[in-house]
Structure formats: structure tokens, C-alpha cells
């Protein structure tokens, strides 16, 4: 019998276990210790991210960034309605109104040109999502954020290894969240971290990472004793999360380049077709890189888009659609005031994400390709 191709499969490196045997063996697996500190070192290193403190996954990560904003009950902040609801929900917490902006046409990505028009004396931070791991435009973003002051949030969820202008992506916005659940590039089960480039906010952010007490600096004896001195949680992982990322790590390379190939083999065997059908592949800004993370068509309609995924299941591939526009969610359309999001609608309504992961065989992308293109 075939095999079904599944949407997606978490790819273990190799390492995983001997290094969480090590952790253990160690005897410390609690948070911050060995292989904590390897993990965050690699990204502040290799990406130029001034501090980086591992999560227990990029929604905590955000709600990090959101009491780092301070935000309060009645501040606004700017995301795009086409994002997973982490995106929202810990602003939503501390009482933030939530002012969702429109996709760009192209891409779906927050329209960077229509976020000023959002902006009142309300507004607190913005969030923009790098959708697929392809850079918002952040010049744009920036630039609006220096002219009102305001902070500016990186969901790089999807975004690691991957670029804009050339600057890694986490590396631009005052505070950045990445993910490493087991549907991400690099992966820990659950996991997150939150990049902290505004040195404003780095000794704070220990600070509630750590339950609100300042033990982080205690440990590196700059204080005699440690206390409760903020709000916080208890947002760390433990090690034995930190051991498994370790080994991800490690083999980063490797896995972003065989994602990107798998990528490319979709996009050269699925484009003669697609524009035929005036249905589009993903579009990379001149200004953005690709990281392999997702490959996605944009149908022309609904019924064009459930015709895919019933015909692909038949042949047992499974596809899967992807956000509902969260501003016409169930949570939050009774309180939705602004305008119809066309953009965010269209790609709730169109688009279909195709199996990528690393051990996506040349076989098996071959065979969804053919499966594709045969839809007339
Ligand atoms: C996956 C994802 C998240 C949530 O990540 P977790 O680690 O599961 O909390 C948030 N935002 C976006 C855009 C995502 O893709």
C-alpha cells in the first residue's frame, strides 16, 4: 500500500538524545544552566542578536516582549489579522486593544504602507509576522516606529535563518520571538526565544524571566543575594529542552539547506502550471530571503483551494489551509470596528500549504508535483 505523505514530520538531527543523557547526567535540568547557555550564545553570535533568553515556546516569548512594552489596559498595538493568535493574545492579556492591518497583495505579510493610517496617540508597539519566514518590510516599519515612537515586536516565529537587506531576520525590531515547535525549521518539541536588541530592555527582561527575582544576575555574582523585584513567570525551559535544540543547532546548515531545496523543487516543477491557472506560488521581495520554511499556493477561490486538498488526499498527500483571519475570529469579531481586510480574507479563503520538511523524499515532491499539475 502507498505511503500517506504527511504534512509535516519533526526531522531529529542525530544528537537529540545523547545530549539530553548529558543534561541529565549532569545533574542539573532545571533552567539556564550548560546547554541553555550554548543555545543563546549561537544566536548572539551568529545572528547579531544583543541578548537571547530560550522560552518555553515563542507565544511565551511574546508575552515577554508584551510586559517588556509595558503594555496596559487601553494602549494599542498593530498586527496583521492573518497570523496565528499568539500573536495577539498576550497583549490581549494585558488589555491592549488589538488594531489588525491588512496583508500585503502579494504577500502575506502585514502591508507595511498601511500602517500608518492605524496609528493614534494609543498606539504602543507593532508586531509584524515574517509569514513563512519572508521578511515584513522593515525599513518601512521602523522608520514609522522611530516617528511615533513606538516599539516594535518581531514575531520571527517562522523567521529563523532568514533575512532582510541582508540583516537577519530578529536581529531589526526592539524585541524579537522565534519558535521552536516541532512544526518550525529548528525544532525542541515546544520551545521559544525571545532576542532582546534594545539594551534597554535586557536586565528586565532577566529579571521577569526569572520568576521576577533577579537570579540570573545573583549567578553571575553581581549581587550577594537574590529577591523579588518585578513581575515575571516562569518562562525558561529546562535543560533538558535546551539539550535537544542543542543538537538542532548544531546541524542548522544542513536543515535549512535541504528545506531550501525542497523549496526550490517546488517552485521550478509547480510555476509553468500555476500561472496558467493564475494561481500563485510565493512571492519573495527583492529585499527578503527565503528559509525553507513553508511552501504555500494561493488559489483563485474556495472551492479551487478544497479541490486541491480533496484531490491531493485521494492520493494520500495531505495539505493543510492556514490562518482564518483573526479579526473575524470568534474571540474578537464582536469587538472588530475597522474595515474589511481583503487581503487577509483572500489568503484565509485561498491559500493551501504543501508538505515540506527535511526527509520529503525527491520521489515524494515529484509525486505532488504530478498530483498537482494534473488538476486542469
Ligand atoms: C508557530 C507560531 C507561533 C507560536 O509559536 P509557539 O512556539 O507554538 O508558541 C506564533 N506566531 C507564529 C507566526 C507562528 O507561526
Known sequence: MEQIIPFNKPFLAGNEIGYIQEAVQSGNISGNGFFTKKCQAF???KYNFKKCLLTTSCTDALEMASILADIKEGDEVIIPSYTFVSTALPFVRLGAKIIFADSEENNPNIDADKIESLITSKTKAIVPVHYAGVACDMDKIMNLAKKYNL??????????????????????????????????????????????NDERFIDRAEIIWEKGTNRASFFRGEINKYGWVDTGSSF????????????QLENLKKIQDKRKENWEKYYNGLKEWADKKNIRLPEIPN????????????????????????????????SVFHYLSLHSSPFYTDRYEGEILINSDKYSNCLVRIPLFYELTENDINKIILNITSID
Open 43 to 45: 544566536f548572539e553570535e
Open 151 to 196: 516599539i516594535v515586536i518581531e514575531d520571527a516565529a517562522q523567521a529563523i535563518d532568514s533575512f532582510y537587506k541582508g540583516k537577519p531576520l530578529g536581529s531589526i525590531g526592539h524585541l524579537s520571538a522565534f519558535s521552536f515547535h516541532e512544526t518550525k525549521n529548528i525544532i525542541s518539541g515546544e520551545g521559544g526565544m525571545l532576542a532582546i
Open 236 to 247: 525558561l525551559p529546562s535543560e533538558i529542552i535546551a539539550a535537544f535544540l542543542w543538537a
Open 287 to 318: 529585499y527578503a530571503s527565503k528559509n525553507g520554511h513553508m511552501f504555500y499556493l494561493v488559489c483563485n477561490n474556495i472551492e479551487e483551494r478544497s479541490n486541491l486538498i480533496n484531490k491531493l488526499k485521494e492520493n494520500k498527500i495531505m
